[in-house]
């Protein structure tokens, strides 16, 4: 479903010239498979994740999702293909203000196949917890209630890959647990592929696949090296 093959990416540095921060190789991910991704802070997780997605675009490689090569499209078309085939957990959530909670996850489904569908939107905010939430806006919810929504609107359009950048960072044990519980069931059952970014040792237990990103980066690699 999803290929990297020799992807690069580097960044200005504010003091002039560049630095790349990834070199990966290969990285394949296939349709359903249910992935943790770890590294240090500052070793270049969320940049994977943004370049997968195409909100990033790589300097070099391929992306290959379903046969489409992300580097080869524009950023509007980048910005179509995320919208139908992935779902997006932002480690900062970018919940739209003006909205309820469940404004914003119907919002998520604006150009997917589930279209506009209320009872999975409601279902979807009902699992993460947030029943006597769902009218208010993101102001009115706590940090973690506001991660639960996040979580809740990147499912919303049933996405061919699930995205998640430390979607518990937020949130108390109790509702960490709700929220990969819900993650591994709902893509379970409808075959998402997901993707997670997740610093903790007790999460990362209850995946098949792990994946250490200072063993996919060859940059980091050779960095350990000397
Ligand atoms: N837009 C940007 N411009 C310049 N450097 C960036 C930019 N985004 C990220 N970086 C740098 O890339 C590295 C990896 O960042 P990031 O992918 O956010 O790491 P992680 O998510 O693993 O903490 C960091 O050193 C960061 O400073
Ligand atoms: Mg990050």
Redesign the pocket.
Known sequence: MLLLKDVRKS????TGGS?T??NVPKLEIRSGEQIVLR????????????IISGI?RADSGQVLFDGTDLTKLSESARDRFRAVKMGYVF?TFNLLPAFTALENVRLGMTFGRGKYRLDRAKSLLSQVGLDDRMHYRPSMLSVGQQQRVAVARALANQPRLLLA?EPTANVDPGNQQKIIDLLKEVCGKESIALLM?THSDSISQQFDRVEY?DQINTVLTSEARS
């Open positions: 960044y200005p540095q504010p630095v921060i990834l590294g240090d802070s500052g070793s270049g997780k969320t940049t994977l994740l943004q990033t480690q950048d970014v990103l």
